[in-house]
T-cell receptor, first 113, second 116 residues
Framework: SAVISQKPSRDICQRGTSLTIQCQVD?????MFWYRQQPGQSLTLIAT?????????ESGFVIDKFPISRPNLTFSTLTVSNMSPEDSSIYLC??????????FGQGTRLTVV | AQSVTQPDIHITVSEGASLELRCNYS??????LFWYVQSPGQGLQLLLK??????LVQGIKGFEAEFKRSQSSFNLRKPSVHWSDAAEYFC??????????????FGKGTHLIIQP
């Protein structure tokens, strides 16, 4: 199993500012994933983060808006840049390996005002 | 591209009655299938998963699901629901490709309401 810690758990931010979300895993993992869950909606994959390479973004998500760092095998950050109220969501970090379940952090509840 | 369909947005079931939540997927390869539950304000909890082998899988909290390749379905069942089962249920599918594990594709979720 894997235990994932996300910080912050929630935040209220002013529009136009940026927020960096941290994800710490208690074991080394090759791939980490970032998801967004908009209010009342399902989860949507933002990007896949591999250690030592650039993140791979899904359609509709771009690096300038959601820059991701992956400095080592246990840590990643997601930044939500130049925020607008439409960015108000829960952001979740996840790890998922071959023949294992997908583990999720508790999420970061972001409100942009 | 893969997709997951949960055709029921809301389901209302009486406490003690049986439950079946539907999930259909579109996938090119053999999928890895998951059911997650999310209670209000809570994180995602894995109920069960299917990778291979026996197509009937048992999960936590008395849930089970059956993988039917011919129907591209992975329906979740419970013989007798409890009021505490009221939550949002998500079906998800993943794949292991040559480059490693891909992120999961989630269905839109089914909101389960339990009536007394």
């Amino acid at each position: 199993s894997a235990v994932i810690s996300q910080k912050p758990s929630r935040d209220i931010c002013q529009r136009g500012t940026s927020l960096t979300i941290q994800c710490q895993v208690d074991s080394q993992v090759t791939m980490m994933f970032w998801y967004r869950q908009q209010p009342g909606q399902s989860l949507t994959l933002i990007a896949t983060a591999n250690q030592g390479s650039e993140a791979t973004y899904e359609s509709g998500f771009v690096i300038d808006k959601f820059p991701i760092s992956r400095p080592n095998l246990t840590f990643s950050t997601l930044t939500v840049s130049n925020m607008s109220p439409e960015d108000s969501s829960i952001y979740l970090c996840s790890v998922y390996g071959v023949r294992t379940e997908a583990f999720f952090g508790q999420g970061t509840r972001l409100t942009v005002v | 591209a893969q997709s997951v369909t949960q055709p029921d947005i809301h389901i209302t079931v009486s406490e003690g009655a049986s439950l079946e939540l539907r999930c259909n997927y579109s996938y090119g390869a053999t999928p890895y299938l998951f059911w997650y539950v999310q209670s209000p304000g809570q994180g995602l909890q894995l109920l069960l998963k299917y990778f291979s082998g026996d197509t009937l899988v048992q999960g936590i909290k008395g849930f089970e699901a059956e993988f039917k390749r011919s129907q591209s379905s992975f329906n979740l069942r419970k013989p007798s629901v409890h009021w505490s089962d009221a939550a949002e249920y998500f079906c998800a599918v993943g794949e292991i490709s040559g480059g490693g594990a891909d992120g999961l594709t989630f269905g839109k979720g089914t909101h389960l309401i339990i009536q007394p």
